[in-house]
């Protein structure tokens, strides 16, 4: 939950209290809202909503991504960053060396996770890791200089880009194209491997969440994850409530798979919101919809 709650109050807010709430107290609360809270968000497994409500927005707490190889390189950007691991005179290496492993989680992944997040406990993973049978592609700058590397973990022969990280956390090393050599020589690497699709990992369910605006220019498709979910319902319809769908559009659960959710302002023509599509769209969304911010109603939707 500290990611939604991330997201409504952008990391300035404490918890007040917590408790657990039987099912009818959950119900009774949410009928008389007595503390006129704006939105419920209930974290719950798909199909075990403790308190069903007819206009609750069923949200995936996760996205599962990957890629098919051989990988279509279309978007500007993601040339963009091959052009930089050119420049930059990158080269690769794959290797299943334990020592070089372990060299890198602790020289490399480690201190990238604890740089990017101060207060994360990643001890029990770095344990886990030294454990798990993978192989690390190495990145190197000229004169041999390991800057980077990427673990790629393999689960019924299928291979996942487990953990990526640069030499001591220096994020120098990412201007040199870090993150774009990471994906594009793990590409090929697997491709003359004869592997035909790569996970990419999970992202939060958000269509504008970086990390899943990063994967998409590389043309990541989403695969159903429904391990846990959100029930979004407003309790009130206030500004910041309005305001919380209109910059947080989503990937919504339904029957047939997932669809993108997009909050609008006012009534745009169908023609706008048609050009809207592609900035939203990834590959495994069954449908794009488009919702008025005002009342909720349907807008616009489009089937793939």
Known sequence: MHDIADRFFEEGYR?????KLSRGLSRLLLKLNPFRCDLMVLQHRPGQHPCPGP?????????????????????????????????SELEWFVTREPSM?????????????????????????????KHTDCELLVIKA????????????????????????????????????????AYYFSFK???????????????????????????????CELQDFRQHAYAFR???????????????????????GFAGAVFVDGQPAEESLHKMVPRFFFNGLRAMQFYSADDWRLLHSERF
């Open 189 to 219: 690497h697997l491709e003359s491997r004869g592997h035909e699709y790569v996970r990419l990992g999970l992202c939060r369910a958000f269509l504008n969440d970086g990390v899943l605006q990063y994967k998409k220019k590389w043309g």
């Open 55 to 87: 206009g609750d927005i069923i949200s995936p707490l996760w996205v599962d991504t990957g890629v098919r190889l051989p990988v279509r390189i279309e978007r500007e950007s993601a040339r963009s960053d091959i052009r930089r691991v050119t420049r």
């Open 101 to 129: 492993i372990a060299d890198f989680i602790e020289n490399t992944w480690y201190p990238t996770v604890k740089r990017r997040y101060l207060d994360k406990n990643v001890d029990f993973d770095r344990d886990v890791l």
């Open 15 to 19: 918890s007040v209290f917590r408790m």
């Open 234 to 256: 407003v309790l009130l319809h206030t500004r910041a409530a309005r305001s919380f769908f209109l910059h947080n559009p989503l990937v919504v659960l339904q029957d047939d």
């Open 142 to 181: 000229p004169g041999s200089i390991q800057i980077g590397g990427v673990l790629v973990r393999y689960a019924e022969n299928r291979p996942s880009l487990w953990k990526i990280g640069v030499r001591d956390g220096d994020h120098a090393h990412w201007s040199k194209g870090v993150s774009g050599a």
